[in-house]
């Protein structure tokens, strides 16, 4: 289960479950936190519809008009739908901040300078599905981090505008390449043949250029029955 198929689970029903829900929030903080506002929103909705307001004390001889309460329902209901649309209609937002926080959890990769053996990051890549035709004198870190559920490829690649970090996204769809600055890094999410690939740089490094190039190189092996 990625992100979007959770969100719109809970979208449709804050107070339902799933194992592979439970599973996914389990390792998603991002999630995880939708869904803790989304029943918070859910409850007040409930005490709106189950409580409203007691015209009758401050007019006594006036029974508000019925059409008032049909308003009342309706703006609550117009609310949720827009918290929703934020979450579900701009997943790469949410997805860039959590790639960001990710790489900040891993700050000590932009600094490794040993090559990575090719059995290392062949090992790194098929375990998330994936090959990479790239010299492997050019990365400097591999490692199979957890990432929204799933295992995912974390490399830094040494590039003549300096490192630049490249996570593998097999689970993560987006639907056109978005670019984003945050915590002093820039960075590009580009959709692949299957998921999606981020590519972050501190330096010069041209993200346009490394994440077509990742594109074109990484090789999508069959998912694993």
Not at 66 to 76: D, E, F
Not at 81 to 94: E, Y
């Amino acid at each position: 289960m990625n992100c979007d198929d959770a969100r719109l689970l809970i979208g449709a029903d804050p107070g339902g479950t799933t194992t592979a829900l439970e599973e996914h929030l389990r390792g998603c903080a991002a999630c995880a936190g939708f869904r803790r506002e989304t029943r918070a929103l859910d409850a007040d909705i409930r005490r709106a519809l189950e409580h409203p307001p007691d015209l009758a004390r401050s007019r006594a001889a006036v029974r508000p008009p019925a059409w008032r309460q049909w308003a009342l329902a309706a703006s609550v209901v117009l609310a949720t739908l827009a918290v929703l649309a934020v979450w579900l209609l701009r997943p790469s937002d949410s997805l860039a901040r959590d790639v960001v926080a990710h790489v900040q959890s891993e700050s000590d990769s932009w600094l490794a300078t040993q090559h990575v053996s090719a059995q290392d990051i062949e090992e790194v890549l098929r375990s998330a599905g994936v090959e990479l035709n790239i010299n492997s004198d050019r990365i400097t870190f591999a490692s199979s981090c957890w990432f929204r559920g799933h295992y995912v490829p974390h490399l830094v690649v040494q590039t003549a505008g300096g490192p630049a970090t490249v996570i593998i996204l097999r689970h993560e769809q987006v639907r056109t390449r978005s670019t984003f600055h945050e915590a002093g890094m820039a960075g590009v999410i580009a959709p692949a043949r299957y998921g999606s690939i981020a590519v972050l740089t501190h330096g010069d490094a041209s993200l346009q250029l490394i994440a077509g190039q990742m594109q074109h190189e990484v090789r999508w092996l069959p998912d694993k029955p």
